[in-house]
C-alpha cells in the first residue's frame, strides 16, 4: 500500500510541475500576444486598403497601361509559399495551414510535383518540418526558414521581392500562400490566397455599374511601376504579421486548456491519494485490532 501511495504523490509532483510549465508559457504567450495583435491590428487596414486600390486600379484600366503583376498565363511553374510558426505547443494551428497548402498542392498542382515545376517555399521550422518529408528536397526552398528571427519590413521583403522577380521573369505564373489569419486570441484561420498575378476587383466603384474615372498623376506607366510592388510587399508582410500573431493565440489557448487539464487531473490524483491513504489506515487499524484480540485470547 506504501507503494501505491508513493506512486500516487509522485504523479501530483509531476502534474504539478507540469502545470508550473504551462501557466508560465501561457503569460508569456500572452504578453507576446500583445505586441504581435497590436502590430497586425494597425497595420491591416492599411494593407486592406492598398490590396482594394491596387484591384480596383487594374480593374479600372483601358489597356494603354498594365503591369507585369497582373498577367495571367498558363500555368506552367508555380509557387506555394506555406507560413507557419517555429515552434509547437500551439495546438493544431500549423498543421491546419500544413493541411490547407497540401489539398492545393495535391488537388491542383499534382502534376506539377510530378514534374518538378512546383516550388514551395517553407517560412517558419514547422512547415519544413512535414513538407521536406512528404516532397522532393528539390521542390522546397528552405532559405526563409528562420524568417521569424525578424520581423522588419526589410527582412519580410526579401521574401515578396524574389517572387514578384521570378513572376516577373516567367520562372513562375501563379504564386499562393497559406497563412494563418488572425481573428482572436481563440480563433485563427488557416487561410489559402493567391498572391501573384493580382486578381482584378469585379467589384465596381458604384451601383450604376459604371467604371470609375481615375485621375494618374505622375503617368499610368510610371505609378503603376512604383506603386505595385510596394502594394504586394506589404501584402505579404501582412500575412506573415497574421501568422506571428496567430501563432501567440493558439499557443495561449492551448496553454490554458492544458493548465485546466492538469487541474481536473490534479484533483482526481488527490481523491485517489486520500482513498488509499484512508485504506491504508483501514488496515493498519485492523492489524492492530486484530493482534490485540490474539493477545487478550
Given amino acids: 500500500m506504501s507503494g501505491k501511495l508513493k506512486e500516487v504523490r509522485e504523479r ?11 501557466k508560465a508559457m501561457k503569460m508569456v504567450s500572452a504578453a507576446k500576444l500583445r505586441r504581435a495583435q497590436q502590430a497586425i491590428t494597425e497595420m491591416r487596414p492599411y ?22 503583376f497582373g498577367q495571367v498565363r498558363e500555368v506552367k511553374h508555380v509557387a506555394v509559399v506555406v507560413v507557419t510558426s517555429n515552434r509547437g505547443l500551439c495546438g ?7 493541411k490547407a497548402a497540401i489539398a492545393k498542392i495535391e488537388g491542383d498542382y499534382a502534376h506539377h510535383v510530378a514534374n518538378g515545376t512546383l516550388k ?10 512535414v513538407l521536406r518529408r512528404r516532397y522532393n528536397a528539390n521542390l522546397i526552398v528552405k532559405d526563409f526558414v528562420n524568417l521569424f528571427n525578424d520581423l522588419s519590413y526589410e527582412h519580410v ?7 514578384m522577380d521570378d513572376f516577373e521573369a516567367g520562372d513562375l505564373d501563379e504564386v499562393w500562400v497559406s497563412y494563418g489569419k488572425f481573428r482572436n486570441a481563440a480563433i485563427q484561420e488557416p487561410t489559402l490566397v493567391q498572391f501573384l498575378p493580382v486578381i482584378q476587383s469585379k467589384e465596381l466603384d458604384n451601383t450604376k455599374g459604371k467604371k470609375a474615372d481615375y485621375i494618374f498623376e505622375p503617368s499610368k506607366e510610371k505609378l ?3 506603386l505595385v510592388p510596394s502594394i504586394l510587399q506589404t501584402t505579404f508582410q501582412k500575412f506573415v504579421l497574421d501568422t506571428h500573431a496567430s ?51
Avoid at 12 to 22: E, G
Fill in 12 to 22: 501530483i509532483k509531476s502534474v504539478q510541475s507540469t502545470q508550473q510549465i504551462t
Fill in 47 to 68: 494593407a486592406n486598403r492598398l490590396d482594394k486600390m491596387l484591384k480596383n486600379i487594374l480593374s479600372n484600366l483601358d489597356g494603354d497601361a498594365t503591369t507585369s
Fill in 92 to 98: 493544431a494551428f500549423n498543421t491546419n495551414i500544413v
Fill in 120 to 129: 514551395i517555399v517553407c517560412i517558419g521550422k514547422k512547415g519544413y518540418d
Fill in 157 to 163: 521583403a526579401q521574401v515578396s521581392q524574389m517572387l
Fill in 224 to 226: 503603376l511601376k512604383e
Fill in 247 to 297: 501563432e501567440h493565440g493558439a499557443r495561449m489557448t492551448a496553454m490554458d486548456k492544458a493548465t485546466e487539464n492538469a487541474e481536473e487531473i490534479m484533483k482526481e490524483l488527490k481523491i485517489n491519494y486520500n482513498k488509499a491513504r484512508q485504506e491504508a489506515i483501514t488496515k493498519e487499524l485492523s492489524e492492530i485490532v486484530g493482534g490485540a484480540a490474539a493477545l487478550n485470547g
